[in-house]
């Protein structure tokens, strides 16, 4: 183990050096840090060390955690956490001592972490252990505490930490959100204390920790007459806080992040008691929160699987399709969106549309958005000309020579897309992508001559905010287009899922039935707001008729007039299109049309439910349970995608899982659709379906799969499947 090393130089001051071997960036193992408690010791015991700078081999000071040690220490049971994370609570508050008096607080050896880059979660708390925390500047350096957005929270000390240096006001973006900043505004923010020019870091650091004085080594929580900034709990200032914080925190969450809740109350609680107590509180909070499923259910999908998918745990083993040139034919609001996000990641952009001012108008939009970045001084002038300049926008498709991939975003008619598909053929032999969202790729691969080098990548709207992609395979797509995709989304720093043809892929596939099951419910009297609620309580981030109001009424009947003719007497959502087409008949087209489901003013604000509904499918007498709605909201998805592993649509639980939170916002507490499914269990599932399948159709009968799972008392990801995975 040789995680962490010292040397000594003539001054007495130790560098403690963190370097994990074989990996680019630093994290932190259960053997690294009892290795880096004994070098503490080490220098602490040897009277010729004055002082410790602790500091990193690598650009960056570390990641965060090995996801590995939170799997063991949840496998060993909820003691085994609680013990683990007092241990490290017990080696942290030594270096914070760092063998003063504990009476006169004098004596102790000057600590100070300097961090070269990037410092996160653990590699934060650590620092904040320290007397003092410099960085180097460097702007690309992240600085702070994500853990909440993986469904934990800082329970190495950081929590407690943090809340004691600011306050709870100032900590809670850093806590609550995982707010991360750079060097610059790590130290506005009160983060860490100094920032240096980077060939700085470890002289500023060395000559801190030689002129540090007793005063200098004592945290003002271990000082006499310590007040939290922004007062505790029942101090009036602090009231005011701890009352607010817990109604943002709810009216955010919904309550259904049990870490959102765990990291409040340590918060609350800890404050209240001394500091070594406040550390034991927040170490009960996180071992309850570690314990909880979700909170293994988030990690697995939203860091280990997420990360996996990205680097290409699904790509064919083909050469490196990495793209340098890109057409974009349809300069419209997604071809524009493609082109902005790929010349932002540098790659030279052909951008096409039919008429030059059709073209020119798509590349304005990047100009707004790279503007919008200047105006926020994200951008420089430079980063815009030079952005910019990687857009061509045009008419002529012979400057689409060289071009190794095309992605197609003309209108969503086959026709179109035929003539488009042998126009760019005639000039070009690249990869061929079609963005279509609801037509089958095999069929549009029919106008291609090269139906091997056809795929479907499917973005989602707005390109740059949205983070998943959904590649297609067709019926005949070689290799070397999925992998061409997949470098291609890798470049644009996306999110990728692989699957193959069938009708709305997988994220459309999924989220129609969730809307078209609100829709239904509104048919069969059931109060909108209770559906509206339900759906926003299991933590979904929309309801299903706002959701339809933000997609658009006629889209949503485009979509059930194709459906229906090409399922014939199948299709079975004759209910629902009776409150669809009526809502298009009465001119309710959602958002754009300033009226949906919802009502809007007159600047688009949504306002509330709309209350002329109520005329034509008045409210029933007798109102269903939420736990009944929240059912049929989270099963019609959640079916759906075990009926798209069933048929073969997707291949990996991993990708239906990723693609479900990152394409539509499916509950992310739960991990995504299998990820709940093995939470609640197979057995529970089935008596879900059965009961649901009784009281409202067939619709929701549990596929075989599901069935037999059931049956051998089995899950998706497999009791092991946490460890395997990290
Ligand atoms: P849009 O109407 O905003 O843009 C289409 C653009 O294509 C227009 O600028 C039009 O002038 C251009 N165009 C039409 N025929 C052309 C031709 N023959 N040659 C060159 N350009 C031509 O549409 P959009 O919303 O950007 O959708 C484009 C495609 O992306 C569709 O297939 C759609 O299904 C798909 N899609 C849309 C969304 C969405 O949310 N809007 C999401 C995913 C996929």
């Given at each position: 183990m040789t995680d962490f090393s010292m040397t000594t130089d003539a001054d007495g001051v130790a560098t403690i050096i963190w370097d994990v071997a074989a990996k680019s960036m630093n994290v932190m193992s259960t053997e690294a840090f009892a290795l880096l408690s004994a070098l503490v010791d080490q220098a602490l015991g040897d009277a010729a060390v004055k002082g410790i700078i602790l500091t990193s081999?690598?650009?960056?000071f570390a990641g965060g955690m090995d996801l590995n040690v939170i799997a063991r220490m949840r496998a060993g049971g909820a003691q085994a956490i609680f013990d683990g994370v007092m241990g490290m609570h017990q080696v942290l508050r030594k270096i914070e001592r760092a063998g003063m008096d504990p009476k006169t607080l004098k004596g102790g050896k000057p600590i100070i972490a300097a961090l070269p880059g990037t410092a996160l979660g653990i590699g934060l708390e650590l620092p904040l252990a320290c007397h003092r925390i410099i960085a180097a500047d460097n702007p690309k350096a992240k600085i702070g505490l994500p853990e909440i957005m993986v469904g934990i929270f800082p329970g190495a000390g950081g929590t407690t930490r943090l809340v004691r240096k600011m306050g709870a006001m100032m900590a809670a973006p850093y806590l609550l959100e995982g707010k991360l900043s750079d060097p610059k505004g790590a130290k506005a923010g009160g983060l860490i204390d100094e920032v240096v020019a980077p060939e700085a870091l470890l002289a500023r650091a060395k000559e801190w920790v030689l002129t540090a004085t007793d005063a200098d080594l004592v945290k003002p929580w271990d000082a006499k007459g310590y007040k939290m900034p922004g007062g505790t709990p029942y101090h009036p200032a602090g009231f005011m806080t701890f009352v607010g914080a817990s109604a943002m925190v709810m009216g955010k969450t919904m309550g259904v992040y049990p870490a959102a809740k765990a990291l409040l109350a340590a918060v609350y609680e800890g404050a209240l008691v001394p500091f070594d107590t406040a550390l034991k509180i927040e170490a009960r909070h996180f071992t309850s929160v570690l314990m909880n499923p979700s909170s293994t259910a988030m990690i697995r999908s939203l860091f280990i699987n997420k990360e996996a998918l990205e680097k290409g745990a699904n790509r064919p083993k083909v050469p490196d399709q990495t793209v340098k040139k890109l057409g974009v034919i349809g300069a419209g609001m997604m071809g524009a969106g493609i082109a902005y996000v790929s010349a932002l990641a540098g790659i030279e952009v052909v951008l096409i549309d039919a008429t030059q001012e059709a073209a020119d108008k798509g590349r304005a939009h990047s100009e707004g958005l790279l503007d919008k970045g200047v105006q926020r001084k994200k951008v420089t002038a430079e980063k815009k000309a030079e952005v910019l300049g990687r857009i061509t926008a045009t008419t002529d498709y012979a400057a689409l020579a060289g071009c190794d991939l095309i992605v197609e975003a003309v209108f969503e008619d086959p026709k179109v897309k035929a003539e488009v598909t042998a126009k760019v053929e005639a000039v070009c032999d690249g990869v061929f992508a079609t963005n279509t969202s609801t037509l089958p790729i095999s069929g549009l691969a029919k106008a291609s001559v090269r139906p091997e080098r056809f795929i479907g990548i499917h973005f989602f709207s707005p390109v740059d905010k949205m983070n998943l992609v959904e590649i297609i395979r067709g019926r005949e797509t070689g290799d070397v287009a999925v992998a061409k995709a997949l470098d291609f989304v890798r470049q644009i720093r996306k999110t990728p899922i692989v699957v193959n043809d069938a009708r709305f892929f997988y994220a459309n596939r999924c989220i129609i039935p969730y809307i078209n099951e609100g829709i239904r419910m509104v048919a069969e009297g059931v109060e909108p707001a209770l559906v509206e609620n339900a759906a926003k309580l299991v933590g979904m981030p929309l309801g299903p008729l706002q959701l339809v109001d933000e997609t658009s009424i006629d889209l949503g009947v485009k979509i059930a007039k194709a459906t229906r003719a090409a399922m014939g007497d199948a299709y079975p959502d004759g209910a629902v299109d009776e409150v669809l087409f009526w809502m298009a008949d009465q001119g309710r087209l959602g958002k754009k049309a300033g009226a949906g489901f919802y009502a809007y003013d007159a600047a688009g604000k949504r306002e509330g439910l709309w209350d002329g509904l109520a005329a034509r499918f008045p409210e029933a007498a007798g109102q269903p349970e939420l736990g009944e709605v929240q059912h049929r909201l989270l099963m019609a998805q959640v079916l759906e995608a075990v009926r798209a592993l069933e048929g073969g649509v997707l291949t990996d639980i991993r990708e239906g899982d990723v693609g479900a939170i990152l394409g539509?916002?499916?509950?992310p507490w739960s991990g995504g659709p299998f990820g709940w499914l093995d939470i609640i269990g197979a057995g529970r599932a089935l008596e879900i379906c059965d009961r649901l399948t009784a009281r409202h159709g067939a619709r929701f009968a549990a596929p075989a799969m599901l069935r037999e799972m059931a049956a051998k008392g089995t899950s998706f990801y497999g009791a092991k499947a946490d460890a395997k995975a990290a």
């Open positions: 081999g690598k650009r960056d539509w916002g499916f509950a």
